[in-house]
């Protein structure tokens, strides 16, 4: 079965980090583009960050550039969303998703093929 798994979210104080993780099951992710959306109560699900199955191309929404980097570990099957700085406005189940082409985007939820469940961050005093 095909699946992908996010881990790493948790409650974090403003100005903290967190780092998530996106496992792929039953498929390796080295030839899949894959995209780190979010989705606040009662907003629309966004797109945050997106890195090609090359790993040589990324992209950020405008909202987390220099504060977040994605990355990729093909010996573990996993990508990273490392966020730092945090701030209340980062909160919000966050699901990573993959798509079978080395493009990614974030502009695009229907892109992607494949969905996690989702991870929670919460971003709060």
């Known amino acids: 079965q095909l699946q992908l798994v996010e881990s790493g979210g948790g409650l974090v104080q403003p100005g903290g980090s967190l780092r998530l993780s996106c496992t792929a099951s039953?498929?390796?992710?080295?030839?899949?583009?894959i995209g780190w959306f979010r989705q606040a109560p009662g907003k629309e699900r966004e797109g945050v960050s997106c890195?090609?199955?090359?790993?040589?191309?990324?992209s950020y929404a405008d909202s987390v550039k220099g504060r977040f980097t994605i990355s990729r570990d093909s010996a573990k099957n996993t990508v990273y969303l490392q966020m730092n700085s945090l701030k209340p406005e980062d909160t919000a189940v966050y699901y990573c998703?993959?798509?079978?082409?080395?493009?990614?985007?974030?502009?695009?939820?229907?892109?992607?093929?494949?969905w996690g469940q989702g991870t929670q961050v919460t971003v709060s005093s």
């Open positions: 998703a993959a798509e079978g082409n080395n493009l990614c985007t974030i502009y695009s939820k229907t892109y992607y093929s494949l």
């Open positions: 039953g498929f390796t992710l080295d030839y899949h583009a």
């Open positions: 890195i090609s199955s090359s790993g040589i191309t990324s």
